[in-house]
T-cell receptor
Framework: DVKVTQSSRYLVKRTGEKVFLECVQD?????MFWYRQDPGLGLRLIYF???????EKGDIPEGYSVSREKKERFSLILESASTNQTSMYLC?????????????FGAGSRLTVL | DAKTTQPNSMESNEEEPVHLPCNHS???????IHWYRQLPSQGPEYVIH???SNVNNRMASLAIAEDRKSSTLILHRATLRDAAVYYC???????????FGTGTRLTVIP
């Protein structure tokens, strides 16, 4: 019973290409997040959204943008992919803010930029 | 944001209890303590969380020190499927997001 679905597990793109990473959740969660994970650096927050059409920058938003047109869908966009954006990208969602709200993660999308 | 300190790696024998420590000496009074784990080739999954009292669920137990400056995740009987990276995270009451560190890599030896 997959609840957070990331559209692609593996992608290979070329430098300069525009890349879309899609994430869909079926739990009616208000909050959605995009993280990237790199060896030795743990997970770093790129962007998050707490409502439709709302977005907030995380720790490392440079080079990325996001789109949330519907509550269940949160897209991460790399306008012009670069090799330093090769990484594992993880989408997550949670209910509206509270001290104890729990994140549910997708399986991840491994992006390689050549 | 308050930080957590965890050992980089730990080993445990299968079917033995495992105690994963976490130090968070700068924790504030309203920070929740969350634990997540990440199995190979998967996204992180929620394990347990607590504020002040010890907590138990079907996956694990969380023991929180009286001064809240440290906590311990307890797996009562480690199985090979528990081999993962375990993250201890402090979550502020009003924050929406979690800040992950590098966690503890748990190896379970058959």
């Amino acid at each position: 019973d997959v609840k957070v679905t990331q559209s692609s597990r593996y992608l290979v793109k070329r430098t300069g290409e525009k890349v879309f990473l899609e994430c869909v959740q079926d739990m009616d969660h208000e909050n959605m997040f995009w993280y990237r994970q790199d060896p030795g650096l743990g997970l770093r927050l790129i962007y998050f959204s707490y409502d439709v059409k709302m977005k907030e920058k995380g720790d490392i938003p440079e080079g990325y943008s996001v789109s949330r047109e519907k509550k269940e869908r949160f897209s991460l966009i790399l306008e012009s992919a670069s090799t330093n954006q090769t990484s594992m990208y993880l989408c997550a969602s949670s209910h509206y803010r509270s001290g104890a709200n729990v994140l549910t993660f997708g399986a991840g999308s491994r992006l390689t930029v050549l | 944001d308050a930080k957590t300190t965890q050992p980089n790696s730990m080993e445990s024998n299968e079917e033995e209890p495992v105690h994963l420590p976490c130090n968070h000496s700068t924790i504030s009074g309203t920070d929740y303590i969350h634990w997540y784990r990440q199995l190979p080739s998967q996204g992180p999954e929620y394990v347990i969380h607590g504020l002040t009292s010890n907590v138990n669920n079907r996956m694990a137990s969380l023991a929180i020190a009286e001064d809240r400056k440290s906590s311990t995740l307890i797996l009562h009987r480690a199985t090979l499927r528990d081999a993962a990276v375990y993250y201890c995270i402090l979550k502020q009451v009003e924050a929406n997001n979690l800040f992950f560190g590098t966690g503890t890599r748990l190896t379970v030896i058959p």
